[in-house]
């Protein structure tokens, strides 16, 4: 077992380093199949790895001046609402229809990485987590709109609380979009917004299912140290080619999950 604890966690841990947020889709699958626990407690116990890793990154991101507090504090207490109940719904939600939308999700996420998108400047990112978080920078819009930030967080945290993800592809852009934030803060911004889902996910799964905590702090402990050689791993490699191949992988992984969930 301890084998494969370091195995999940390593290949978790890497994933993150090198794709950002992103990664931790891959989480749910590492418990799953190759540590063989049960679905719902791969959910929770994944947004709990997610919250800790995410909380770490963003604690570099706060010191490096890549967090827009105000957004943060919008986005991530009515996205933590949104998750509490999200995760609060997975726990009766039969876990057929859990995993096949977690499934297609994960098609979500792969058609995100495959998109064709303009090259850009290439620039120097410390990590975990999202952990692509580039050199500081400042410079925010001044007016935001509230209350499609607030509802943007509830849809986004009640999915990632539904099916165990951070979100962090999902918010990353609607933080470009709506509030319009640089992409720089947007990353940074996101990750205590994710820190904030998951945690709150984790509270509404923790009494409902069983939670490994032993096997949680380990695996999380791996992801983390195993993060920081990703992001050195990632930057230097060409990002376009990094994001394709993701981007096939877990294609392959969902229509997997897909096969053993529905067939």
Not at 120 to 143: F, I, K, N, Q
Not at 157 to 167: D, I, N, S, Y
């Amino acid at each position: 077992m301890i084998l494969f604890v370091l195995i999940a966690g390593a290949a978790t841990g890497l994933l993150l380093g090198i794709m950002g947020s992103g990664g931790a889709i891959v989480t749910v699958p590492a418990l799953l199949y190759l540590l063989h626990v049960e679905p719902k407690s791969a959910i929770a116990m994944s947004l709990g790895i997610i919250a800790i890793t995410a909380t770490i990154a963003a604690i570099q991101s706060w010191r490096c001046g890549n967090v827009n507090l105000r957004v943060t504090l919008i986005f991530g207490l009515f996205g933590a609402v949104g998750t509490y109940g999200g995760a609060r719904l997975g726990v009766v939600l039969p876990v057929v229809l859990q995993l096949t939308l977690f499934a297609l999700v994960m098609y979500v996420a792969a058609w995100r990485m495959l998109k064709a998108q303009p090259p850009r400047r290439s620039v120097g990112a410390l990590a975990v987590g999202d952990l692509a978080v580039s050199a500081c920078e400042s410079g925010d819009a001044t007016h935001f709109p509230y209350l499609r930030i607030a509802t943007h967080g509830v849809l986004v945290g009640m999915l990632a609380g539904v099916v165990g993800v951070g979100g962090g592809f999902l918010i990353v852009p609607a933080l470009v979009l709506l509030s319009g934030l640089s992409m720089k803060r947007a990353v940074g911004t996101s990750l205590s917004i994710v820190a904030f889902q998951s945690t709150a996910g984790f509270a509404g799964y923790a009494g409902a299912v069983a939670i490994d905590y032993p096997l949680l702090a380990g695996f999380t402990a791996v992801a983390v140290a195993a993060s920081f050689l990703g992001a050195w791993i990632g930057q230097r490699m060409e990002q376009q080619r990094l994001k394709r191949g993701f981007g096939v992988f877990l294609i392959l992984v969902a229509t997997y999950i897909l096969i053993r969930n529905l067939v």
